[in-house]
């Protein structure tokens, strides 16, 4: 299973820089961002789920992003990892060159609290040998007091939603 992790955070970490790496013309702040980013992918560990979650009553309501509003609700959940502005500023340029083609391995969610984005996190999933793994991964909730609820919110939807149609499934944190 190690290699099939290390496959799947390679490939994911190469969709997420294909956006700037892959563009004609990157500005000189989403390639900053992209570095930000690939600088924070550093020091996550991974775990197997074994058991199998049932879903739960989360606090959050989930919706996979397929549009450019979610994408910019993305980033800005997203950056709220970085303190410094400037640092946060090319995190949101950057999250926002996602784009999305028909069938792509990533699938990025946000978790709404009272009508307002509180949550992000990302399912990327990889077919090989005929069996399909998943990659839990760039789980965050903004620095709100319920903050951790909302990760944990988020995590536990992203596994359950892995789960219905992987047979492993990988977390990163």
């Not at 700037?20 to 013309?25: C, G, M, P, R, S």
């Not at 990892?81 to 500023?89: A, S």
């Not at 009508?115 to 399909?132: F, L, S, V, W």
């Not at 149609?165 to 990163?172: L, M």
Request: aromatic share 10%; charged share 15%.
């Amino acid at each position: 299973m190690q290699v099939i992790t290390e496959q799947l955070i390679t490939l994911k970490n190469a969709w997420m820089a294909s956006h700037i790496t892959d563009a004609e013309f990157p500005t000189p702040l989403s390639v900053k961002g992209l570095e930000l980013y690939q600088l924070s992918q550093t020091d996550l560990t991974t775990h197997c789920i074994d058991t199998s979650l049932s879903a739960l009553e989360p606090s959050l309501s989930f919706y996979p992003v397929d549009c450019h509003p979610l994408t910019i609700r993305y980033s800005l959940v997203r950056a709220s990892q970085w303190e410094n502005e400037q640092e946060k500023e090319a995190i949101i340029e950057y999250l926002t060159q996602i784009m999305f083609e028909p069938n792509a391995e990533a699938t990025l969610y946000v978790g709404f609290f009272k009508g307002k984005p509180a949550a992000c996190g990302m399912i990327y999933t990889h077919a090989e040998d005929g069996e399909q793994y998943s990659l839990v991964s760039d789980v965050y909730a903004l620095p709100l007091p319920n903050q951790q609820q909302f990760i944990t919110d988020m995590e536990n939807y992203l596994i359950h939603s892995a789960q219905q149609f992987s047979q492993a499934v990988v977390i990163q944190k």
